[in-house]
């Protein structure tokens, strides 16, 4: 099994700073196979980046993703206040799927 | 619209068992494998099993193999879990979402549901 290990636990930032959030994984992510979601409290997640790099449908362009083998990176540019949430890490390119325990960012 | 609604949650004793459904709209839903996914209370997101469009491939957690069985009506657009041998560490949001691109396993997960509740206690 893949674990993925995100860092820090929890981020504390304002409104239009930038946020940087890690993933490790403990084995190769085969083809970046790697997404990020959010989730807000009482939601559902919501998927804002697949196969590492690429945004899904209607996510704005501050949120992007970078990285390859066992370090993945998601970087918010200006966070907005509507950012501010708990963030997932997921593989898929193994199973079991996996995912991360989650990055809080937290307005500070 | 394209919406994924699940049901079935309730409160159950250990040992007991429980079926949740997630009902599919406003997509073509046997084009897709499908997917459960869990959250305990506080705590961080859990994959369960999925679910390959023709039901011909299936993998589960080890946390759940053996108790829980995934399965699908595409004819009702129906995604179902069969929780057996229920026992307190179950107790979660249970949330089924879509994977995002059609007869294909390996991406994101593009559509969720809200999420039914499952709770067991004695």
């Known amino acids: 099994e893949i674990v993925l290990t995100q860092s820090p636990g929890t981020l504390s930032l304002s409104p239009g700073e930038r946020a940087t959030l890690s993933c490790r994984a403990s084995?190769?992510?085969?083809?970046?196979?790697l997404a990020w979601y959010q989730q807000k409290p009482g939601q559902a997640p919501r998927l804002l980046i697949y196969?590492?790099?690429n945004r899904a449908t209607g996510i704005p362009d501050r949120f992007s993703g970078s990285g390859s083998g066992t370090d993945f990176t998601l970087t918010i540019s200006r966070l907005e206040p509507e950012d501010f949430a708990v963030y997932y890490c997921?593989?898929?390119?193994?199973?079991?799927?996996?995912f991360g325990q989650g990055t809080k960012v937290e307005i500070k | 619209q394209v919406q994924l609604v699940e049901s079935g949650g309730g409160l159950v004793k250990p040992g007991g068992s429980l079926r949740l459904s997630c009902e599919a709209s406003?997509?073509?839903?046997?084009?897709?494998?499908m997917s459960w996914i869990r959250q305990a209370p506080g705590k961080g997101l859990e994959w369960v099993s999925y679910?390959?469009?023709?039901?011909?491939?299936?993998y589960d957690a080890d946390s759940v193999k053996g108790r829980f069985t995934i399965s699908r009506d595409n004819a009702r657009k129906s995604l179902y879990l069969q929780m057996d041998s229920l026992r307190d560490e179950d107790t979660a949001v249970y949330y089924c979402?879509?994977?995002?691109?059609?007869?294909?396993?390996?991406?994101?997960?593009?559509?969720w549901g809200q999420g039914t509740t499952v709770t067991v206690s004695s």
């Open positions: 406003g997509f073509t839903f046997s084009d897709y494998y």
């Open positions: 084995q190769s992510v085969s083809s970046t196979y």
């Open positions: 979402a879509r994977v995002k691109v059609p007869h294909y396993l390996a991406d994101g997960m593009d559509v």
């Open positions: 196969s590492a790099s």
């Open positions: 997921q593989q898929y390119g193994r199973s079991p799927w996996t």
């Open positions: 679910i390959s469009s023709s039901s011909t491939v299936i």
